[in-house]
């Protein structure tokens, strides 16, 4: 088997600071490959950073452990240095060294007798040569970004763990950025670890993606099956925006807070309490008799994604641009024929109502 890889067996933390029964990580299992960009996405909070920390060696665990090339680097009672992983890392603030230029700041981790082609060669494969003196404060938010990644390449590490490397930075420089990263780590023989809390950045460039919720992992896959096959309603909703609603059997039929659902006798929902589906399964309609509340709406190009809200429950409406609906107009709604749904929990089909 090749060892040339990251494991992270069963980890759980917390910090003394908070309060003992809450768990900042529970159980945490994943594994990069070689050569592997793979994305870590939830909301704030969920504990994305602290598994960053704990794999760079700025932490400990309160169980698990972790391995590194076949090496243990990690457990409740052995940390290996963070300087001594040969991990980079790169912050959200970049954290270059002010007082150094471009050239000092990349070369900082390498050592002095080593050859500075591999700097080198990397200001060049990031297109930041004519850059090689200046200061950070010179620099523009994507000429830092692309500093910060040369210097975390610089020494030759096989890993390095990016801690939502583009969120300070505008659409276009971070969509051009995010697009050459896996190119860059190609030529660098280099695998990653990318915290965002963007599931469509992580969708659009990682192999595999963890998706986390208060310390726990939801599912871990690539791109393609938590599309098609999201394990749970907090994935559907979070990676996929989809909106999801309880469901019930009531006289041989299938009832949400909208309404009936036309599902094929066939279906046994007898396990099943939650239906989820897309912006576009769903219509609405202007009613003054209507039980549901525009609350929002977002021009998207062509059409509006419009927020609604009914018996509590928040959903989103993919709407024609050509109508108008404003904030606190009352709606009805109602399913579209032939559209997709998910059903949950147990073994997650997809049905058409």
Known sequence: MNINHLCVDGIWHKY???DSGKWTLQSICLDIKPGELVGLVGPSGCGKTTLLRLIAGFEKPT??????QGIEVTTPTRILPPERRGIGMVFQDYALFPHLNVWKNVCFGIAKSSNTSRANWLLDLLGISELKFRYPHELSGGQRQRV???RALAP??????LDEPFCSLDQEVRIRLRNELSSVLKSCETAALFVTHDSQEALAICNRIAVMEQGFIHQFSTPQELVSRPLTPFVGRFVLQRNSLPIHLKNNEYFTPIGKIPLSDSIKLKDVDTIMFDSKAISISLSSSGNAIVKSSEFCYNHWIVTIMISNYKLRVW???EAKLGIGDKCEVSFIPNQSILLFPGSIKTYTA
Do not use: Q
Request: glycine share 10%.
């Open 63 to 68: 169980s698990g452990k972790i391995s590194f």
């Open 319 to 321: 709407y024609e641009k």
């Open 156 to 161: 030759g590490t096989s890993l390095i763990l």
């Open 16 to 18: 003394r600071s908070i």
């Open 148 to 150: 910060a990644l040369a």
